[in-house]
């Protein structure tokens, strides 16, 4: 591992921690050389699928790419960074386990749309406008529509659920 400061090669470990998560190892180095200190991480690396891009390219799946569009649609929006962070592990973790060494770029878009009908719905239909690419102003309004609908098949289902505790008291 070369320091980061004076990029000398000689230094020695002096504190490993797995992260909270226990993903990921944190190594506390100090520099033989400079002896200033600095902090790497350690992850498996995992083959990830290369994507199909609807013109035949293909691009190696990248995470960082996930967190952009979902931080472009979840911006001025009520979502945490953490819930963001969280949405890209679970879509890069689907993407692994398809177990595929290809897959269509649209798999992830629609993975990145399901995980964020889930976070914030304005931050959904951003994505969706953009991701669908609509052709007019009906094909966003059927989209719309089709999202009022299912928020009112949601809130009636959760009122009977409540209804039904408050018989049972």
Known sequence: MRCPFCHDLDNRVIDSRLTK??????????????ERRFTTYERVEEVLPLLV???????????????????????????SAQAIEDAADRIERFVQEKGDKEIPSSV????????????DQVA?????????????????????????????RT???????????KSES
């Open 21 to 34: 998560d226990n993903e990921v190892i944190r190594r506390r180095r100090e520099c033989g050389a400079c």
């Open 155 to 165: 809130r009636s289902r959760r009122e009977r659920r409540s209804g039904d505790e």
């Open 108 to 119: 992830v878009g629609e993975a990145v749309m399901s995980e964020l009908h889930k976070l």
């Open 53 to 79: 891009k609807k013109d035949d390219r293909r691009e190696v799946f990248d995470r960082l790419k996930v967190v952009t569009g979902l931080k472009k649609a979840c911006e001025k929006r009520p979502v």
């Open 124 to 152: 959904y239909v951003r994505f969706a406008s953009v991701y669908r690419s609509f052709q007019d102003v009906g094909e966003f309004m059927r989209e719309l529509q089709d999202l009022v609908k299912e928020g009112k």
